[in-house]
């Protein structure tokens, strides 16, 4: 069974800068579309970045010119620069296939202080 791992967060203050990792068990980034998503306290999981099997990206506009997302499928790791950082970004982000997502990993807690 394919199993998603989130790694890299923190507590930063506010300006401050994370690179967020997803490593996946199995051999499932390439071709899927992969996409990190975060859910705040007492807020519904949200998309924040997205990324094809060719690297194309797409970001929600809180998160442009702040967050990166990038890919390594010869590693089966998607990463997320996040540099930045607000408190509104406080969140546990996670990884998953876009549109058709896989069992969701346990995620990474990600604080901003101000």
């Known amino acids: 069974q394919v199993q998603l791992v989130e790694s890299g967060g923190g507590l930063v203050q506010a300006g401050g800068s994370l690179r967020l990792s997803c490593a996946a068990s199995?051999?499932?980034?390439?071709?899927?579309?992969m996409g990190w998503y975060r859910q705040a306290p007492g807020k519904q999981r949200e998309l924040v970045a997205t990324?094809?099997?060719?690297?194309?990206?797409n970001y929600v506009d809180s998160v442009k010119g702040r967050l990166t997302i990038s890919r390594d499928n010869a590693k089966n790791t998607v990463y997320l620069q996040a540099n930045s950082l607000k408190p509104e970004d406080t969140a546990v982000y996670y990884c998953?296939?876009?549109?058709?997502?896989?069992?969701w990993g346990q995620g990474t807690q990600v604080t901003v202080s101000s």
């Open positions: 199995g051999r499932i980034l390439s071709p899927n579309v």
């Open positions: 990324i094809t099997s060719g690297g194309v990206t």
């Open positions: 998953n296939v876009f549109l058709t997502p896989l069992n």
